[in-house]
């Protein structure tokens, strides 16, 4: 390592390591004890204040990638997002939010923040004068998602952050389905970055995590929440996300460049009515995403003409797995109005874009050839 600052893989591979002192051993020991002595110690340590060895270690690995001055994990994304909100949310608060976000944050503004007293709007649309719109004397916070889930919309989060700046306004950003390599917010003048550590940080669909970062002021106000609310990760699944974080960069880049070409390849597809892929030049807001991230990211949705049956098709699938979560190496690809819209009302779903021929495929990083040809065994059989 150099005084230069490294670069993104280098972080990946070796910032946020434990030492292993007593063997030198290449990677992080795992320590799983719950008990730390708490006489003469700069730090009392216990699972629960989110500082054990290896709840700090990958906590730094991910602050690092983001850019921030500190992290956090948590046991889901949605204990990190929940978690974040309640510590800066009190009675009597306002939040305005991206009329497309994840079901899951969805249905926690909806079903808990009334019963705390916690006001909310969702913006009609995506373009900052949505949000400013919104905006009340009571507002606290604005929170966005880009690239959305799942029709991979992008909001300009350098306007959002602004904006929210000009009005003194917090913000927060889902950044799960971009990855600290696709896009680092806090550069773009966001106050917390949060992600589902479960997708593209994990990559390998065998772990539940979830992380903050952003400035040492907010994640003590965050720790301080946090560690009431008992959301903390187990330090074997620590030590599993640090090392899956190892490979991260190596990984996206792949997800990156198969999922550009299968976005190309379904855009002129007969079967297909519609594709949801920044990437693309026809994307609505491409020339925002191109400005502000550095890839495009594996995640697309497409539509299928309505003489498709989007059932059969997945069930024609070999190599493309049905499945609910997405970000692994393997290609998965799912319903959003079966599975991560599924609480939504269809009335609603049918408010953000998502019909019952939308398909969310997580593009893994398999040989691009072998996907395409997925593809095809899907669409043999399946239209009506």
Do not use: C, W
């Given at each position: 390592m150099t005084a230069k600052k490294p670069g993104v893989n280098t972080i990946c591979t070796h910032t946020g390591e434990v030492k292993d002192t007593q063997f030198g051993g290449a990677i992080s020991p795992i320590y799983m004890t719950t008990s730390y002595p708490f006489m003469d110690v700069d730090v009392k340590r216990y699972p629960r204040y989110?500082?054990?060895?290896?709840?700090?270690?990958?906590?730094?690995?991910?602050?690092?990638?983001?850019?921030?001055?500190?992290?956090?994990?948590?046991?889901?994304?949605?204990?990190?997002?929940?978690?974040?909100?309640?510590?800066?949310?009190?009675?009597?608060?306002?939040?305005?939010?991206?009329?497309?976000?994840?079901?899951?944050?969805?249905?926690?503004?909806?079903?808990?923040?009334?019963?705390?007293?916690?006001?909310?709007?969702?913006?009609?649309?995506i373009e900052v004068n949505h949000f400013e719109e919104k905006i009340q004397s009571n507002t606290k916070i604005i929170y966005i998602e880009t690239p959305s889930n799942p029709l991979l919309s992008i909001t300009d989060v350098e306007g959002v952050a602004k904006l929210a700046k000009r009005q003194g306004i917090m913000t927060m950003i889902d950044n799960t389905f971009a990855s600290p390599i696709n896009q680092t917010p806090l550069d773009l003048g966001i106050d917390v970055s949060i992600h589902s550590a479960t997708k593209y940080l994990g990559g390998h669909s065998d772990i539940s995590a979830g992380a903050v970062a952003s400035t040492e002021k907010n994640m003590d106000i965050i720790w301080n929440k946090a560690k009431n609310l008992g959301g903390h990760l187990n330090d074997f699944i620590a030590y599993l996300l640090e090392r899956s974080i190892k490979t991260l960069g190596v990984r996206v880049d792949r997800h990156n460049s198969n999922a550009q070409y299968i976005a190309e390849y379904l855009d002129i597809h007969k079967a297909v009515e519609k594709v949801y892929y920044p990437g693309l030049e026809s994307h609505h807001n491409h020339d925002i995403a191109k400005k502000q991230m550095h890839g495009y990211g594996g995640m697309l949705s497409f539509e299928l003409k309505s003489d498709y049956n989007a059932v059969t098709f997945q069930n024609n699938l070999k190599l493309i797995k049905p499945s609910m979560s997405?970000?692994?190496?393997?290609?998965?690809?799912?319903?959003?109005?079966?599975?991560?819209?599924?609480?939504?009302?269809?009335?609603?779903?049918?408010?953000?874009?998502?019909?019952?021929?939308?398909?969310?495929?997580?593009?893994?990083?398999?040989?691009?050839?072998?996907?395409?040809?997925?593809?095809?065994?899907g669409l043999k059989g399946s239209d009506k």
């Open positions: 989110f500082n054990t060895p290896n709840q700090k270690a990958v906590a730094d690995k991910i602050a690092a990638l983001e850019h921030a001055e500190a992290g956090m994990v948590f046991g889901s994304g949605m204990a990190a997002i929940s978690t974040t909100l309640f510590a800066f949310l009190n009675h009597g608060d306002h939040i305005v939010l991206a009329n497309e976000i994840y079901g899951g944050t969805f249905n926690l503004i909806v079903e808990e923040f009334d019963k705390m007293g916690i006001e909310y709007s969702f913006t009609e649309g997405l970000a692994g190496v393997e290609s998965t690809i799912l319903l959003p109005s079966l599975t991560s819209h599924g609480l939504l009302t269809a009335e609603q779903r049918k408010e953000i874009g998502i019909s019952d021929n939308l398909l969310r495929f997580s593009v893994g990083i398999e040989d691009v050839k072998d996907i395409i040809a997925d593809i095809e065994l």
